[in-house]
């Protein structure tokens, strides 16, 4: 069977103090002030740092693939970079399939537009007709639970209505691959579990699903299989018991 998800050889580098391609206001008022501090700002851009390091792995249709590691250990970097957001400093990542990705609150939002616009916009945005969104619009603002709000701008919500919205549409609007990042560590316990028997149900369809937490009991209940990063590489990957207690036992 041809792997859905297929990382090759994966490393990712940021220098620290470079400079940004554009510039705010805030950005040049910071350059006037770090202009007396010139000589420790250029020790600074020579620094390198490697988020990710050699990451090769492959996930098949249907799977659902637990990413867990401390703080720091690249998770999001990798997240980020499967959902198109960043690009690879080397290697390859290739992806056969419409993805929905949950990263962070806010993340695939207009602020300026309302909750009902944002769902068009991330529908189109994952390549559907107007007519398939509207299929699925009742059932995600039921999920998400903002019927009240749907037509008020998304910049007046709180961050548990961001994260039920945007869990809502990326596991309601059809995709191939979901890609979800520590959206159980906002919102209650209701919603949690509500996160968790969606996740469920989205996996018996046969949908691929990758899932970042700190949460270990979630991992748990959802995964299989689990990858474990530290310091940018992938330190184990096989059967979610076996790889959780190792990182469990390194911490």
Not at 103 to 114: A, K, M, N, R, S
Request: aromatic fraction near 8%; charge should be positive.
């Amino acid at each position: 069977m041809q792997p859905i998800v297929e990382v090759n050889h994966i490393y990712k580098k940021y220098k620290i103090g470079e400079s940004q391609p554009y510039y705010t206001l805030r950005d040049a008022i910071t350059n006037l002030a770090t202009n007396f501090f010139k000589k420790k700002r250029d020790s600074l851009e020579s620094d390198e740092f490697w988020a990710l390091k050699n990451i090769s792995f492959q996930v098949l249709p249907g799977e659902v693939v637990g990413i867990i590691g401390k703080n720091g250990a690249g998770k999001s970097t990798l997240l980020k970079i499967l959902s198109r957001i960043t690009p690879p400093t080397k290697g390859e990542a290739i992806l056969r399939g419409r993805v929905a990705s949950l990263l962070e609150v806010g993340t695939g939002f207009q602020p300026e537009l309302t909750g009902r616009e944002n769902i068009y916009l991330n529908g189109v945005l994952l390549g559907m007709k107007q007519s398939e969104i509207k299929t699925k619009l009742d059932e995600i603002v039921a999920f998400a639970d903002v019927e009240k709000f749907l037509d008020m701008p998304v910049k007046h919500y709180s961050s548990g209505m961001y994260v039920r919205l945007g869990f809502a549409i990326a596991a309601h609007l059809d995709s191939e691959i979901l890609i979800i990042d520590e959206v159980l560590a906002v919102g209650d316990a209701e919603f949690q579990q509500k996160c968790i028997r969606k996740i469920k149900q989205v996996q018996n369809e046969g949908r691929t699903i990758l899932f970042v937490s700190h949460n270990i009991d979630s991992v748990k209940a959802l995964c299989k299989r689990c990858l474990y990063i530290k310091k940018g590489s992938i330190m184990a990957d096989g059967k979610t018991n076996r790889i959780i207690q190792a990182y469990l036992n390194n911490i």
